[in-house]
């Protein structure tokens, strides 16, 4: 009782707006936990495909391209869909492996989706092209390869799978030593 003797509470009209708006703000909150666990996965799946094609890149700096011995273990794309080759006229010695002109090189090969130890779902590609032919980002030396890296995966979505793939691309040109 307050000090006149009179009691005083909530009526019912005012505890029924209270329960609706308290059901709307859930109702709302329940509709963007998937989505914002979809945003996570997104970012997290963007971010593992940008690793894989910066691991590719930091192998690509490492082998040997030189022009004193021909040991061209870069290579070169026949096309847009052809992995790296060694050019006529060179060879490739890298560490223990030797390949001879036109063979494919092994650490540059098309990787499939499940052939990524640890990453399923995401495969890789790269693509080497002679600057001096092609042109490479205003680059038109023949001592200078444009080298790509395409790391593709399928993106998941709040009901399941995207209905088609995803791609990064890094690109670096590269310098022969």
């Known amino acids: 009782m307050n000090a006149l003797g009179q009691e005083r509470g909530f009526t019912v009209a005012e505890v029924l707006l209270a329960a609706a708006i308290v059901a709307l ?9 998937p989505i914002s666990t979809y945003a996570v996965q997104e970012g997290n799946q963007f971010s593992t495909a940008t690793f894989l094609a ?3 890149l930091e192998l690509v700096r490492n082998v040997p391209w030189t022009s004193a011995s021909a040991n061209d273990c870069l290579g070169l794309s026949a096309s847009a869909t052809a992995a790296p080759a060694v050019p006529t006229g060179a060879t490739c010695t890298f560490g223990a492996t030797t390949v001879a ?19 399923s ?8 092209t002679d600057c001096g032919v092609a042109g490479c980002a205003g680059v038109t030396d023949s001592a200078a390869r444009l080298v790509v ?7 998941l979505t709040g009901i399941g799978q995207a ?3 995803k791609s990064v691309e890094q690109t670096m040109v590269l310098s022969q030593r």
Not at 25 to 33: D, E, K, Q, R, S
Request: glycine share 12%; hydrophobic share 45%; aromatic share 10%.
């Open 25 to 33: 703000a859930f109702v709302a909150l329940a509709t963007i936990i």
């Open 54 to 56: 910066g691991q590719k």
């Open 101 to 119: 002109a036109g063979g494919t090189l092994p650490w540059l090969a098309d990787e499939s989706a499940s052939a990524i130890a640890g990453f």
């Open 121 to 128: 779902g995401y495969s890789r590609a790269v693509r080497v």
């Open 149 to 155: 890296v395409s790391v593709t995966y399928t993106p």
């Open 163 to 165: 209905p088609g793939p």
